[in-house]
């Protein structure tokens, strides 16, 4: 299992970027899949997740910024952010847990300047 995230960069606050992580090695529209975040010295935590029938969950500080979304012919799951804040700042990363294992990508870097 293989997971590429894309997207990230740098953007001034209240702008907006789009995040894709395409999967490969597995079944893609059988799993659910997940976005987090991390920033240096903090825990990595949950963001978003889409299951396979397309049902999503946010944690409550993007809620009504951040949508998640997934296009099973491409084999990518995207996670449009709106109204991005400083507090954004981090490192996002793409996951899927295929039996019982959880992969992560490498990650996108995402810089909200104020």
């Known amino acids: 299992v293989q997971l590429q995230a894309s997207g990230g960069g740098l953007v001034q606050a209240g702008g907006s970027l789009r995040l894709s992580c395409q999967a490969s090695?597995?079944?893609?529209?059988?799993?659910?899949l997940g976005w987090y975040r991390q920033a240096p010295g903090r825990a990595r935590e949950w963001v978003a997740a889409?299951?396979?029938?397309?049902?999503?969950n946010y944690i409550d500080f993007v809620q009504g910024r951040f949508t998640i979304s997934r296009d099973n012919s491409k084999n990518t799951v995207y996670l449009q952010m709106d109204s991005l804040q400083p507090e954004d700042t981090d490192r996002y990363y793409c996951?899927?847990?295929?039996?019982?294992?959880?992969?992560w990508g490498p990650g996108t870097q995402v810089t909200v300047s104020s």
């Open positions: 996951s899927i847990e295929v039996a019982g294992r959880r992969y």
């Open positions: 090695g597995m079944t893609f529209n059988r799993y659910g």
């Open positions: 889409i299951s396979t029938g397309g049902a999503t």
